[in-house]
């Protein structure tokens, strides 16, 4: 397959219920000062159904996690992904870009976007999307964004190719994506470094959310070896990723943080080619490449002033995405 249109700036409405979603029963009024992503009002009765026959644990930022096809979710999470699932149409030129949650999901959105339209936002262009929007704004998710809350998502707005990222085993995409031969695109981080980053995320949204205090180094450690996580468990993620990238290697990508860290500009170009829009010779002459990779770099994303003081409309800071994006192997501080 050959994608030759850039992707426009997506437009997303702001979340919206149902008319049929059902407020939970007896549920006190939540609070302006509660950021949303602790909110878990507008739960359908299909869905607080569905719970009760699910095993529950503690939620490391939301009160509960729940295992739905072998995986953790949060409550407000998994009426998204039950929505998405009925209701997401793919496209056969949809791009999906997959991981687990701080395994380099905001830098792969960056690299992509601007990798896609190279065409119509230059690098050297002091207008480019990338300088005044977060990438999780251009590169929206598909569960924790366009179907969250109980809205369908509108893509009246999107013109193809259309780009996505979703936190999704493969097991839970909508069947239409299984069915389709869109791009999958899987991100993998090693597995100590990403729990220090999401020990550290998570604590940054605990503190946040009504002075929730931190979880402990060892709570979260035994939490994340056992699988229960968002997401979670980390390997089955991956495996299954892994998997369906030996057997449908012409639509399943999979990379790793390290090789990205370590050779950018091969990992660029294998993603352009996989593609199917290769860097030609005179783009790679005139620098095409490597501005891609400074304009999404770690140090210019994380000093743009939207990434310093903005925020998603759930509530989560964009610095909050930004730590220290390095192999870290298990460096606490």
Known sequence: MSTTESCPIPTVSPP???????????????????????????????????????PTEKGWVANHLHQYQGFWHTTRHLQALLTCQRHFQAEDSDILLVTTPKSGT???KAMVFALMNRDQYPNNNDHHPLLSEN????????????????????FTTFRSPRLFGTHLPFVSLPETVKNSPCYLVYL?????????????FTNKLRK???????????????KFTRGVSLYGPFWDHVLEYWKESLENPERVLFLK???????????????????????????????????ILKLC????LSNLEVNKTGKLDTGEDFNTFFRQGEVEMLRII
């Open 135 to 154: 990438p999780h704004v251009l590169v929206p998710f598909l569960e924790l964004r366009l179907y969250i809350d109980g809205q369908v998502g509108d």
């Open 16 to 54: 919206k219920h149902l008319e049929s979603s059902i407020p939970a029963d007896n549920a006190e009024p939540v609070s302006d000062n509660v950021p949303k992503y602790l909110q878990e009002s507008g739960v359908t009765e299909e869905c607080k159904k569905l719970i009760l026959s699910l």
């Open 106 to 108: 905001t830098w792969l």
């Open 257 to 291: 943080y390290e090789d990205m860290k370590e050779q950018p500009k091969v990992q660029v170009s294998k993603l352009a080619k996989f593609f199917g829009r290769p860097f030609s010779l005179q783009e790679e002459t005139n620098g095409v490449v490597d501005g």
């Open 297 to 300: 770099s770690f140090e210019n």
């Open 208 to 222: 946040k959310g009504m002075g929730m205090g931190t979880n402990s180094l060892e709570w979260s450690f035994d």
């Open 188 to 200: 993998c981080r090693n597995p100590k470094d990403t729990f220090v980053s999401l020990w550290h």
